[in-house]
């Protein structure tokens, strides 16, 4: 059996992008080896994360925002930023890494507004972390 492909996704809070795409490339494959973390890690899981992927079908609600230091001496094969770049400062990965991605995103946590408005916003940047984590999955990894 040849080696799992290593992932990491990277972001500041993994509390709601991260979280989403680790969640998506594991139902995409569950042969992958796929965590998330964050340069400054939230205290949970953002619930309206949760709630926008249990519509999909997806359980994160296990899930810990992780901080990326506790993944420096492992090697992944892609390390993946999802952050908006405009809006934030992206973390960097100083560990081993073969490809380095950046796939950004909104913050969904960033919407303001009504609550309707607010869920929206989640579907809206969960559906697009769908869209572009399955583009990089079938282009990079499914062979």
Avoid: W
Avoid at 2 to 20: A, E, F, H, P, Y
Avoid at 101 to 114: N, W
Wanted: with cysteine; glycine share 6%.
């Amino acid at each position: 059996m040849k080696d799992k492909i290593k992932i990491l996704v990277l972001c500041t809070g993994n509390s709601c992008r991260s979280q989403m795409a680790e969640g998506f490339l594991k139902s995409f494959d569950n042969n992958l080896y796929v965590v998330s973390a964050g340069t400054n890690p939230s205290d949970k899981v953002h619930p309206k994360a949760v709630e926008v992927m249990k519509e999909k079908g997806i359980d994160i609600s296990s899930g810990k925002p992780k901080n990326v230091n506790d993944f420096i001496n492992e090697s992944f094969d892609y390390v993946i930023t999802v952050c908006d770049g405009a809006k934030e400062v992206c973390p960097v990965f100083a560990g081993d890494v073969k490809h380095r991605l950046h796939i950004g995103f909104d913050d969904p946590a960033e919407a303001k507004g009504s609550e309707e408005f607010i869920l929206s916003e989640f579907r809206r940047i969960r559906d697009e972390i769908e869209r572009d984590f399955k583009k990089f999955y079938e282009t990079n990894i499914k062979k």
